[in-house]
């Protein structure tokens, strides 16, 4: 009885691979309905679980499967061509037998599954037939694909059995196949030839002889009892002859050597990795405070050349185990083209998904957690991006819809992409949506750069769908893939041109338990960041800091990030005096990014990840902790609660500074000539009627010659300006550098840089935007316009 | 000397010489100082007892929490006895040590002012009603009395229970 379960879990493991391989090629073989090796292999599939079933007395599954090889059989002969109304059929009945073969797995039985296939087996053999599929449903079953009228001539066996016949014979030579088998093996075992036990794909020879001779003789080559007597069967041999090389390829695969291994092993395998690599960490440390010690001794060479070996090696174990973890992609990508297939003929729409680098392998855990995120991105690409075929063919864009699934590495990440030419997301649109829905306030919305939009599409009960359809719409699914991709650690970046599609990537580290990590200090203590989410670092002086409502930002190129001091989000006593440097790590996870305000950088490191155990599990913002090379415990951040935290923990990053500025600014001002302005112009004539413009404000004026000149009043006056009036043109330092030297002062950070200038240029305009230029008056002005402007921006409300 | 005094110093000597049965009801524990009180934990409860190594602080954690410290490749949690007790913060002294605490699957190192000795309580002489009305209920075993000292059972899980 053993020796029957062991075949059971055999032909189970085997049965699901090659289901996983089936629906792949199904789609595909719609697409190229008349490619003789997919129908080949496709109804081999069918075949090979028919055969095994039988031989277990799964009686409903055989039922099942005999009359699906009938039309596929049908198919591969070109009696009977594949439309999309028999794929449908095909693949419902797919279904029912994965259906049948899961209730196999959990009940050890086919029988109790619940499963009526009686319908299914009614229309499979109306296509067979040759009749409409709604007909032969609506008749009663006429069991009639016994005589089949368009019999290939150089068949006749076949053809003329009854598949009871067919059945029979096959079970026959099954019968015989396995005592060959056996016979052959035991001779093997005579010769004293060592065989491997690998059940697995024995189980694929014996699927495989039924139907091909040929190529189960191919890897097994010297056997003089391979081919068996070629009776009734020669009728199915030689179309899988014709595939015979390609199939014996196919076998070449599956017979490669493998063994399946306990993923606790392995888990167990990775666990002591980690704790080598933290010994070579170790070493390291050791070998270079030896070195400082005993520097030109002779034996530091060997010791030197010791640990570089060790660490090589431990290097190349941890690359090695981790493979072994490794799976390709491939495994989650297969269920997509059946889901494309299934939404596009749902939708209504004309999609093609095209996909490339299946093969690209990441951690088992990883594997497992990205399908969900992927399914729903691919919904929403499929639902939301890719149009209707007729909207599309009036925005002269080709009727067939492309979603685009790609996966590639990228340094210690993998990165999947997933891009449509659809529709493209409308940040305006976005926002709109969000601010009705309350996801976000209008300010928030003004403040939104167009990237920062689309990750709205995250944000849980946010959807764009006009309406909710069986397919998305209810504002969940993009949710989900946040939360998960947060889960991996992984970011998320958004990427869209109305019109033209949207394109989604995902950067997923590739192991979950030995990461890369930024060391970095705040006070006297470590934490460790996950190099995944480190976006980047940067260097700042606190003048780099602004203020915008009460909450400390960075402006990094074109981007405003919210900044937040590590130590308060620790709450770590400042101990150490500040410096004026700052270090900031811009760090990065999923949609969103925060600058992480930090005061020394340690550098890079491998680390293990170590749980904090029960007791400490669920502390905000530690992922866990690792155990660095002198042996101490070095907390590991965790980056989605930072985010969290750095919400509710925004303090100014400076304020002193601030203070006092806003103190100078805010004093007392009652007389017109209290408000000073600065005039910058090389050329004396601007000056004075700049100067004459402004004398009825009462204000006082000071002039400068050039940038530099102005750049040292600025520096040395005791009060500050309230306004500064530039010209762009002059000699030493141009108006726009002088600007953005300004703009560098913190006390001067708010004060208005007005542009009196002859160039009129749009990309002038920009420029002056750019380094902070507040008003950008074009030479000739009028005098009144003059000074209504400097009256505007110094808030100039006494009267002179 | 009173009379009722004599007749337990009497029973006390008594116990000292008796050497105990085989059968009896015995809980083997490891007694230790935490400010002026006297304390134990049963030793199949006790992992090791090391002297004091560096730990890290860990945020957001209570008081008594005073972080986590590497025991030969395990990052272990470390609790301050004092501290938990409510007493004040004391440095640490020669005879300071860490109790390596373990329930189970859990393991948790304590910071205990001094190490007494190990001995042999009978359960018959553990006081086991005072657990009601303990203000840490389920941190107190039961109490036990040796020689002229009283001595507080702490139980593990007890000990080991997050309360945060």
Same mark, same amino acid.
């Given at each position: 009885?053993? %020796?029957?379960?062991?075949?059971?879990?055999?032909?189970?493991?085997?049965?699901?691979?090659?289901?996983?391989?089936?629906?792949?090629?199904?789609?595909?073989?719609?697409?190229?309905?008349?490619?003789?090796?997919?129908?080949?292999?496709?109804?081999?599939?069918?075949?090979?679980?028919?055969?095994?079933?039988?031989?277990?007395? @799964?009686?409903?599954?055989?039922?099942?499967?005999?009359?699906?090889?009938?039309?596929?059989?049908?198919?591969?002969?070109?009696?009977?061509?594949?439309?999309?109304?028999?794929?449908?059929?095909?693949?419902?009945?797919?279904?029912?037998?994965?259906?049948?073969?899961?209730?196999?797995?959990?009940?050890?039985?086919?029988?109790?599954?619940?499963?009526?296939?009686?319908?299914?087996?009614?229309?499979?053999?109306?296509?067979?037939?040759?009749?409409?599929?709604?007909?032969?449903?609506?008749?009663?079953?006429?069991?009639?694909?016994?005589?089949?009228?368009?019999?290939?001539?150089?068949?006749?066996?076949?053809?003329?059995?009854?598949?009871?016949?067919?059945?029979?014979?096959?079970?026959?030579?099954?019968?015989?196949?396995? %005592?060959?088998?056996?016979?052959?093996?035991?001779?093997?075992?005579?010769?004293?030839?060592?065989?491997?036990?690998?059940?697995?794909?024995?189980?694929?020879?014996?699927? &495989?002889?039924?139907?091909?001779?040929?190529?189960?003789?191919?890897?097994?080559?010297?056997?003089?009892?391979?081919?068996?007597?070629?009776?009734?069967?020669?009728?199915?041999?030689?179309?899988?002859?014709?595939?015979?090389?390609?199939?014996?390829?196919?076998?070449?695969?599956?017979?490669?050597?493998?063994?399946?291994?306990?993923?606790?092993?392995?888990?167990?395998?990775?666990?002591?990795?980690?704790?080598?690599?933290?010994?070579?960490?170790?070493?390291?440390?050791?070998?270079?405070?030896?070195?400082?010690?005993?520097?030109?001794?002779?034996?530091?060479?060997?010791?030197?050349?010791?640990?570089?070996?060790?660490?090589?090696?431990?290097?190349?174990? &941890?690359?090695?185990?981790?493979?072994?973890?490794?799976?390709?992609?491939?495994?989650?990508?297969?269920?997509?083209?059946?889901?494309?297939?299934?939404?596009?003929?749902?939708?209504?729409?004309?999609?093609?998904?095209?996909?490339?680098?299946?093969?690209?392998?990441?951690?088992?855990?990883?594997?497992?957690?990205?399908?969900?995120?992927?399914?729903?991105?691919?919904?929403?690409?499929?639902?939301?991006?890719?149009?209707?075929?007729?909207?599309?063919?009036?925005?002269?864009?080709?009727?067939?819809?492309?979603?685009?699934?790609?996966?590639?590495?990228?340094?210690?990440?993998?990165?999947?992409?997933?891009?449509?030419?659809?529709?493209?997301?409308?940040?305006?649109?976005?926002?709109?949506?969000?601010?009705?829905?309350?996801?976000?306030?209008?300010?928030?919305?003004?403040?939104?750069?167009?990237?920062?939009?689309?990750?709205?599409?995250?944000?849980?009960? @946010?959807?764009?769908?006009?309406?909710?359809?069986?397919?998305?719409?209810?504002?969940?699914?993009?949710?989900?893939?946040?939360?998960?991709?947060?889960?991996?650690?992984?970011?998320?970046?958004?990427?869209?041109?109305?019109?033209?599609?949207?394109?989604?990537?995902?950067?997923?580290?590739?192991?979950?338990?030995?990461?890369?990590?930024?060391?970095?200090?705040?006070?006297?203590?470590?934490?460790?960041?996950?190099?995944?989410?480190?976006?980047?670092?940067?260097?700042?002086?606190?003048?780099?800091? @602004?203020?915008?409502?009460?909450?400390?930002?960075?402006?990094?190129?074109?981007?405003?990030?919210?900044?937040?001091?590590?130590?308060?989000?620790?709450?770590?006593?400042?101990?150490?005096?500040?410096?004026?440097?700052?270090?900031?790590?811009?760090?990065?996870?999923?949609?969103?990014?925060?600058?992480?305000?930090?005061?020394?950088?340690?550098?890079?490191?491998?680390?293990?990840?170590?749980?904090?155990?029960?007791?400490?599990?669920?502390?905000?913002?530690?992922?866990?902790?690792?155990?660095?090379?002198?042996?101490?415990?070095?907390?590991?951040?965790?980056?989605?609660?930072?985010?969290?935290?750095?919400?509710?923990?925004?303090?100014?990053?400076?304020?002193?500074?601030?203070?006092?500025?806003?103190?100078?600014?805010?004093?007392?001002?009652?007389?017109?000539?209290?408000?000073?302005?600065?005039?910058?112009?090389?050329?004396?004539?601007?000056?004075?009627?700049?100067?004459?413009?402004?004398?009825?404000?009462?204000?006082?004026?000071?002039?400068?010659?050039?940038?530099?000149?102005?750049?040292?009043?600025?520096?040395?006056?005791?009060?500050? @300006?309230?306004?500064?009036?530039?010209?762009? %043109?002059?000699?030493?330092?141009?108006?726009?550098?002088?600007?953005?030297?300004?703009?560098?002062?913190?006390?001067?950070?708010?004060?208005?840089?007005?542009?009196?200038?002859?160039?009129?240029?749009?990309?002038?305009?920009?420029?002056?935007?750019?380094?902070?230029?507040?008003?950008?008056?074009?030479?000739?002005?009028?005098?009144?316009?003059?000074?209504?402007?400097?009256?505007?921006?110094?808030?100039?409300?006494?009267?002179? | 000397?009173?009379?009722?005094?004599?007749?337990?110093?009497?029973?006390?000597?008594?116990?000292?010489?008796?050497?105990?049965?085989?059968?009896?009801?015995?809980?083997?524990?490891?007694?230790?100082?935490?400010?002026?009180?006297?304390?134990?934990?049963?030793? +199949?409860?006790?992992?090791?007892?090391?002297?004091?190594?560096?730990?890290?602080?860990?945020?957001?954690?209570?008081?008594?929490?005073?972080?986590?410290?590497?025991?030969?490749?395990?990052?272990?949690?470390?609790?301050?006895?004092?501290?938990?007790?409510? +007493?004040?913060?004391?440095?640490?002294? /020669?005879?300071?040590?860490?109790?390596?605490?373990?329930?189970?699957?859990?393991?948790?190192?304590?910071?205990?002012?001094?190490?007494?000795?190990?001995?042999?309580?009978? /359960?018959?002489?553990?006081?086991?009603?005072?657990?009601?009305?303990?203000?840490?209920?389920?941190?107190?075993?039961?109490?036990?009395?040796?020689?002229?000292?009283?001595?507080?059972?702490?139980?593990?899980?007890?000990?080991?229970?997050?309360?945060?």
């Amino acid at each position: 009885m053993d %020796e029957l379960q062991e075949i059971l879990q055999d032909f189970l493991v085997e049965a699901f691979e090659m289901i996983e391989q089936l629906d792949q090629d199904l789609v595909e073989l719609e697409n190229r309905p008349d490619d003789l090796d997919l129908l080949n292999r496709i109804f081999r599939v069918a075949h090979t679980i028919k055969g095994s079933s039988s031989f277990l007395n @799964f009686d409903v599954l055989t039922k099942l499967t005999h009359h699906m090889e009938d039309v596929l059989n049908k198919a591969r002969h070109g009696d009977l061509k594949i439309t999309p109304e028999i794929m449908d059929v095909v693949l419902a009945s797919i279904d029912q037998m994965k259906a049948l073969l899961f209730s196999i797995r959990d009940t050890g039985s086919d029988a109790t599954s619940g499963i009526n296939i009686d319908p299914t087996v009614v229309k499979l053999d109306a296509v067979s037939s040759g009749k409409a599929i709604d007909a032969a449903v609506a008749a009663t079953p006429a069991p009639s694909p016994v005589a089949e009228p368009e019999a290939a001539a150089d068949e006749p066996d076949y053809a003329n059995m009854s598949a009871e016949d067919v059945e029979k014979e096959i079970e026959r030579l099954l019968m015989e196949r396995q %005592e060959q088998d056996e016979k052959r093996r035991q001779e093997k075992r005579a010769n004293g030839e060592a065989m491997p036990e690998v059940e697995a794909p024995r189980e694929v020879d014996e699927g &495989q002889s039924e139907s091909a001779p040929a190529p189960q003789a191919a890897p097994q080559a010297p056997a003089p009892a391979a081919v068996p007597a070629p009776k009734p069967a020669a009728a199915v041999a030689p179309a899988a002859a014709a595939a015979g090389g390609d199939a014996a390829a196919a076998g070449g695969t599956t017979v490669e050597q493998t063994i399946r291994v306990d993923v606790n092993r392995l888990d167990h395998l990775m666990n002591l990795i980690g704790e080598l690599v933290l010994g070579k960490n170790r070493l390291i440390k050791i070998y270079s405070d030896v070195e400082e010690r005993y520097e030109g001794e002779q034996f530091l060479d060997e010791l030197n050349q010791v640990v570089s070996s060790v660490s090589t090696v431990t290097t190349d174990l &941890q690359i090695a185990v981790m493979k072994t973890r490794m799976l390709p992609i491939g495994r989650v990508f297969n269920r997509f083209p059946r889901m494309i297939r299934d939404l596009s003929r749902e939708l209504n729409k004309k999609v093609e998904l095209v996909m490339s680098g299946e093969e690209t392998e990441l951690d088992k855990s990883i594997v497992e957690e990205i399908g969900d995120p992927l399914v729903h991105i691919i919904r929403n690409s499929a639902d939301h991006g890719v149009e209707m075929p007729d909207v599309r063919a009036a925005a002269g864009k080709n009727e067939m819809g492309i979603v685009e699934l790609k996966a590639y590495h990228e340094g210690n990440s993998i990165v999947i992409e997933i891009s449509d030419d659809g529709k493209g997301l409308d940040p305006l649109m976005l926002k709109s949506k969000a601010v009705e829905k309350g996801v976000i306030s209008e300010k928030e919305a003004d403040a939104m750069s167009d990237k920062e939009a689309f990750t709205l599409i995250f944000k849980p009960g @946010f959807s764009t769908a006009a309406k909710i359809t069986n397919v998305s719409g209810r504002g969940v699914g993009m949710d989900v893939v946040k939360t998960n991709i947060e889960k991996l650690n992984g970011i998320i970046e958004v990427d869209s041109q109305v019109g033209k599609g949207t394109t989604i990537k995902l950067k997923i580290p590739l192991t979950l338990a030995i990461i890369q990590a930024l060391l970095v200090g705040v006070q006297e203590e470590f934490f460790a960041i996950p190099l995944s989410s480190v976006l980047e670092t940067v260097r700042i002086t606190q003048d780099d800091i @602004f203020l915008v409502e009460g909450k400390s930002v960075l402006r990094l190129r074109s981007e405003v990030l919210s900044l937040v001091k590590l130590s308060d989000i620790f709450g770590i006593e400042a101990t150490m005096e500040e410096n004026e440097n700052l270090y900031v790590v811009i760090i990065g996870l999923a949609d969103a990014k925060i600058g992480l305000v930090i005061d020394r950088l340690i550098g890079q490191e491998e680390i293990v990840i170590k749980s904090l155990g029960y007791y400490l599990k669920g502390v905000d913002g530690i992922a866990g902790a690792t155990i660095r090379g002198d042996g101490r415990v070095t907390l590991i951040a965790d980056v989605a609660a930072l985010m969290q935290m750095a919400k509710t923990a925004h303090k100014k990053v400076d304020t002193t500074k601030k203070a006092t500025a806003a103190i100078a600014q805010a004093a007392k001002k009652t007389e017109p000539s209290d408000y000073k302005v600065l005039i910058v112009d090389d050329s004396k004539t601007d000056r004075s009627i700049m100067r004459n413009s402004l004398k009825p404000l009462g204000v006082t004026i000071v002039e400068a010659g050039d940038g530099v000149e102005a750049l040292g009043i600025i520096k040395n006056s005791d009060h500050p @300006f309230d306004a500064c009036l530039i010209d762009i %043109e002059m000699p030493k330092m141009d108006g726009y550098t002088l600007a953005s030297e300004i703009r560098k002062y913190n006390k001067y950070r708010n004060m208005p840089l007005i542009a009196v200038t002859s160039r009129t240029g749009k990309t002038d305009r920009m420029r002056g935007v750019e380094v902070g230029m507040a008003e950008y008056i074009t030479k000739p002005y009028s005098p009144d316009y003059l000074m209504n402007v400097v009256k505007r921006h110094t808030n100039l409300t006494v009267e002179g | 000397m009173s009379e009722k005094l004599q007749d337990v110093i009497k029973k006390q000597q008594k116990q000292k010489v008796q050497p105990l049965k085989k059968d009896e009801d015995t809980l083997q524990v490891v007694g230790f100082n935490v400010g002026d009180e006297e304390f134990a934990v049963s030793i +199949l409860n006790i992992q090791e007892i090391i002297k004091p190594i560096d730990y890290t602080r860990v945020p957001g954690t209570p008081g008594y929490v005073l972080g986590v410290f590497n025991l030969r490749g395990n990052v272990l949690p470390l609790i301050s006895l004092r501290l938990k007790f409510g +007493l004040p913060f004391a440095k640490y002294t /020669e005879d300071t040590r860490f109790i390596v605490v373990k329930n189970g699957a859990q393991t948790v190192g304590f910071v205990i002012d001094k190490l007494t000795q190990a001995f042999i309580l009978r /359960e018959s002489e553990i006081d086991h009603t005072l657990d009601m009305q303990s203000e840490q209920e389920g941190l107190i075993y039961g109490i036990g009395k040796r020689e002229d000292r009283i001595i507080t059972i702490l139980k593990a899980e007890g000990l080991l229970k997050r309360e945060f």
